[in-house]
Structures are given as C-alpha cells and as structure tokens.
Nanobody
Framework: QVQLVESGGGLVQAGGPLRLSCASSGRTFSWYSMGWFRQAPGKDRELVAAISSSGRSTYYTDAVKGRFTISRDNANNTNYLQMNSLKREDTAVYYC?????????????????WGQGTQVTVSS
C-alpha cells in the first residue's frame, strides 16, 4: 500500500510561482511512475505532468509546457510540481498519484494510489 500526501497549494497571483510536494510512504517509492492531475469545477480530471520511476522521462500536457516542471527525489520519497507563470486557468484541485509501473502512464485509471488533493487558486 502507498500513501500520498500533497502540500504546497494555496492562493497566488497570476504570473507567480507555486511548488507542490507529494510525500509518499508505504511501498518502495522509486519503483513507480508518478503523476499530477488537476480538476477544475465542472471539468474532468486531467493529467498535468508525469514522471517515470527513474525520473529520466517526463510528460506535460500542452497547456503547462514551459511553465511547469515535475521532478522526484527517490531518496526522500517525494515528488514535486514546480509551477511558474501561473494563470487563472490553472486554478484547480491538484492531485498526486502513483501507478504500479515504471513507465509513464496517461490515463487516470492506470494510477492506483491517490493523494487527497490540494487547492491551487490563481487570482488576477
């Protein structure tokens, strides 16, 4: 079993940065690819960024390319989502999730473990 706890959400002005953290406990963190999803009111949950178990491969949805960076620290069982140049449309609940695979997966159904979510609100 894997437990995921997100932190770092909050209120930020448009154009500002925010860093989300996801601490993992339970089974070996370094075995699993990780992802950050977000869900805005009235919208489907979407994959924002993902990283392979080794950290060598990453994925970003087009809307955040060049602004967000996903990374992981396997020694400390934590992964991060650095968000820069935030826009109002980035406002959502952000969820950390883990698969049971080494490679990146793109569908929410492939992610077995989920955090409780953290709210990110970008004001103009």
């Amino acid at each position: 079993q894997v437990q995921l706890v997100e932190s770092g959400g909050g209120l930020v002005q448009a154009g500002g940065p925010l860093r989300l953290s996801c601490a993992s406990s339970g089974r070996t963190f370094s075995w699993y690819s990780m992802g950050w999803f977000r869900q805005a009111p009235g919208k489907d949950r979407e994959l924002v960024a993902a990283i392979s178990s080794s950290g060598r491969s990453t994925y970003y949805t087009d809307a955040v390319k060049g602004r967000f960076t996903i990374s992981r620290d396997n020694a400390n069982n934590t992964n991060y989502l650095q968000m820069n140049s935030l826009k109002r449309e980035d406002t959502a609940v952000y969820y950390c999730a883990a698969t049971e695979y080494e490679l990146i997966h793109y569908k929410a159904d492939d992610y077995k473990y989920w955090g409780q979510g953290t709210q990110v609100t970008v004001s103009s």
